[in-house]
Nanobody
Framework: QAQLEESGGGLVRAGGSLSLSCAASGRGSDYWTTGWFRQAPGKEREFVAAVSWSGSRIEYVDSVKGRFTISRDRATNMAYLRMNSLKPEDTAVYYC?????????????WGQGTQVTVSS
């Protein structure tokens, strides 16, 4: 059974850093594209970043470019989101998600989410 589990959220001051981790398990998870999404209170969930299973393809939403770094460790089947220069507007529940192929439009596996709070 496919499963994603996030960890690493917390409270940080503006300008600080946090790292999120996502552990994937299940058949074929070694080859999943992994994405990070976030949802702030009263707002729709938005895409943040994605990395292909090989790490050769990476994509970011414009608002986090230059501040966030997504990565993947194929040996451990983990994905990471390093968040630097955090802003109060980055406050949200962050979700790890996965899909079987980079070209698929829909993410089919989702974690439970982890809260990131950035104080001003």
């Amino acid at each position: 059974q496919a499963q994603l589990e996030e960890s690493g959220g917390g409270l940080v001051r503006a300008g600080g850093s946090l790292s999120l981790s996502c552990a994937a398990s299940g058949r074929g998870s070694d080859y999943w594209t992994t994405g990070w999404f976030r949802q702030a209170p009263g707002k729709e969930r938005e895409f943040v970043a994605a990395v292909s299973w090989s790490g050769s393809r990476i994509e970011y939403v414009d608002s986090v470019k230059g501040r966030f770094t997504i990565s993947r460790d194929r040996a451990t089947n983990m994905a990471y989101l390093r968040m630097n220069s955090l802003k109060p507007e980055d406050t949200a529940v962050y979700y790890c998600a996965a899909k079987q192929d980079w070209s698929n439009s829909q993410y089919v596996y989702w974690g439970q989410g982890t809260q990131v709070t950035v104080s001003s």
